[in-house]
């Protein structure tokens, strides 16, 4: 059973394979649309690595996204692996999937930015390093809701000791409401607005120039890029874009989106990209403040920012010493294509990663569409999957 790339006919195994670890499932439409991703065509880059079991079908899974990113004006590309998922039977066989995505061709690098505790160590044994350096192991929460998370804790302790708990249970800590809710703009701060213009002519597109041409490696957030990645079908709740203009010029964006780790935990509002042009670095504590005071009117409990670097901690300030601490396993690596000239590796010491850049627009667990009511009971349906974030 050799590894070979993923095919569309396989979406079936896969996304059954996803499901026996209770991660979240995405649909037929979900990983169709991952397969039309523009930067993994333009390299006609495998959407992933899949092995066989006899009768032919996914046995085990690695994930492939494609991004472009640029660096003085020149584009590049660079795959994130993600939804690494090797059963028991399979067991070894994670060397065969990474040593596929790590020699792939075309990209200036190959990392994730994602590893839970259980796959981090594998990465170290196929020349990935921990990246960055100083923060690869570091995510930051803000607490909103102190009697959601102690709450969730009791159920995890539950869940725990009785497995079975997290279907009785069913979906815990769901918003009272469903709707969507238009944002308070009283909580925003001086200069911080909601942006529902991505054209290419826009603001927005202005800012992402300016980005782009400060020279230092970026992820393409081009109004393209972005009209692609909100245009998930699996995206259940639309995402909250926020930016800070100066006079009429936007010189930092916020992407964040309201997700639910499983079915006992309770909603997170994950920031999922964070930047700003260098000459306003106060863009990014008032983004950031501004996503704070809106996180209760949307239920979340608290705010999560699973990507930082030691440029983010300074410009958080005193944000970073209320924020909590979490992670501590090592959850970013990367490995730069052999091929570069070491000064072409040192140059990516420039490079900011935020969440975007890895696969949390597309592998958090969105909030769930709130059921029929005539399932909102814990016991209506002891059998439905919960899709929970576990290790593979």
Not at 249 to 273: C, F, Q
Request: aromatic share 8%; charged share 25%.
């Amino acid at each position: 059973m050799t590894v070979r790339r993923f095919h569309p006919a396989d979406v079936h195994g896969v996304i059954q394979l996803h499901g026996s670890v209770w991660w979240p499932e995405r649909s037929r439409e979900g990983w169709r649309w991952l397969d039309d991703n523009p930067a993994r065509r333009a390299l006609d880059a495998p959407a992933g690595w899949v092995i066989d079991n006899a009768d032919g079908d996914p046995a085990a899974f690695l994930g492939n996204f494609i991004q472009r990113f640029w660096r003085e004006g020149r584009p590049l590309y660079g795959a994130t692996g993600f939804s690494v998922i090797v059963p028991p039977d399979q067991k070894g066989r994670s060397r065969d999937l990474i040593t596929a995505f790590v020699r792939q061709p075309g990209c200036f690098a190959r990392y994730t930015l994602n590893a839970n505790a259980r796959s981090s160590p594998l990465y170290q044994r196929f020349g990935m390093v921990a990246w960055p350096a100083a923060t690869h192991a570091l995510k930051l929460s803000w607490i909103i809701n102190p009697a959601a998370c102690l709450y969730s804790r009791g159920l995890r302790s539950l869940v725990a000791r009785e497995p079975r708990a997290a279907r009785w249970l069913g979906e815990q800590m769901m918003p009272a409401r469903g709707d969507e809710r238009p944002v308070d703009t009283r909580k925003l701060a001086e200069g911080v607005s909601e942006l529902d213009d991505l054209a290419d002519t826009s603001p927005y597109a202005a800012f992402w120039r300016a980005l782009r041409d400060q020279g230092r490696l970026v992820a393409d957030r081009s109004p393209a890029t972005l009209r692609w990645r909100l245009s998930d079908p699996d995206l259940t709740v639309r995402p909250l874009h926020l930016v800070r203009r100066l006079g009429d010029e936007i010189t930092g964006h916020a992407l964040a989106l309201l997700g639910k780790g499983n079915s006992i935990e309770p909603p997170v509002l994950e920031i999922i990209d964070l930047e700003a042009l260098d000459r306003d670095p106060q863009a990014i504590p008032a983004l950031v403040g501004t996503l704070l005071k809106l996180a209760p009117s949307l239920s979340a409990a608290k705010v999560r920012l699973q990507v930082v670097t030691e440029t983010t901690l300074q410009h958080l300030g005193d944000l970073t010493r209320k924020a909590r601490r979490e992670g501590g396993w090592g959850h970013c690596h990367v490995a730069f294509a052999p091929e570069l000239e070491e000064t072409e590796i040192a140059g990516a010491g420039d490079w900011r990663p935020t969440p975007f850049d890895g696969d949390y627009s597309f592998c958090n667990r969105p909030l769930p569409a709130r059921p029929p009511r005539a399932q909102w009971r814990w016991f209506s349906n002891k059998e439905a999957p919960t899709g929970s974030k576990a290790a593979a």
